[in-house]
T-cell receptor, first 114, second 112 residues
Framework: GENVEQHPSTLSVQEGDSAVIKCTYSDSASNYFPWYKQELGKRPQLIIDIRSNVGEKKDQRIAVTLNKTAKHFSLHITETQPEDSAVYFC?????????????FGRGTSLIVHP | DTAVSQTPKYLVTQMGNDKSIKCEQNLGHDTMYWYKQDSKKFLKIMFSYNNKELIINETVPNRFSPKSPDKAHLNLHINSLELGDSAVYFC???????????FGSGTRLTVV
């Protein structure tokens, strides 16, 4: 089955810095890669996703890049703010004809210091 | 309107009891899921239910059983609760199988 590795497990940055979280996946058939943000005591929320036919996607201060050859994808947050502090999860799944259940990474705890 | 709602939000119960957690989604999504989040925040898939097709994670004990009366509901029933079942349980749904989830607010289960 699919295996998703996520690094780092903890990331501490100063407000205004950039943050990068990286994930690798094992199944080359995976074609959908979402990212979720979970604030303390809250539910995970989808913040951005990318499909395998796209190399990069941006939404304001958040961007995701995908390297299918190397089987890794990354979340980039620019100009970090204290409210970005949360646990971030990557996931990989095979849609349409596959097992369609995403496999999640183990999460990255991002701490943004004011 | 809450898109994916779970009840109860908190559940404290004794070992050996049987309990249920309810989940309802009003998004018209085709697929629903149950996840268990342990103390280390790992999200582990338990079940996926799509068009009456149930996919079970083989590592889930058979004390756990999902019940779906219709497309908008996927309830979780747990028999003979054990201490190790203590966790936060999230229901989720997606418009298409495998695509972005909308999670419920979670149910914190504590077994004493």
């Amino acid at each position: 089955g699919e295996n998703v590795e996520q690094h780092p497990s903890t990331l501490s940055v100063q407000e205004g810095d950039s943050a990068v979280i990286k994930c690798t996946y094992s199944d080359s058939a995976s074609n959908y890669f979402p990212w979720y943000k979970q604030e303390l005591g809250k539910r995970p929320q989808l913040i951005i996703d990318i499909r395998s036919n796209v190399g990069e996607k941006k939404d304001q201060r958040i961007a995701v890049t995908l390297n299918k050859t190397a089987k890794h994808f990354s979340l980039h947050i620019t100009e970090t703010q204290p409210e970005d502090s949360a646990v971030y999860f990557c996931a990989a799944s095979i849609t349409a004809g596959g097992s369609y259940i995403p496999t999640f990474g183990r999460g990255t705890s991002l701490i943004v210091h004011p | 309107d809450t898109a994916v709602s779970q009840t109860p939000k908190y559940l404290v119960t004794q070992m050996g009891n049987d309990k249920s957690i309810k989940c309802e989604q009003n998004l018209g999504h085709d697929t629903m899921y149950w996840y268990k989040q342990d103390s280390k925040k790992f999200l582990k898939i338990m079940f996926s239910y799509n068009n009456k097709e149930l996919i079970i994670n083989e590592t889930v004990p058979n004390r756990f059983s999902p019940k779906s009366p219709d497309k908008a509901h996927l309830n979780l029933h747990i028999n003979s609760l054990e201490l190790g079942d203590s966790a936060v349980y999230f229901c989720a749904s997606s418009q298409e199988a495998g695509y972005g989830y909308t999670f419920g607010s979670g149910t914190r289960l504590t077994v004493v």
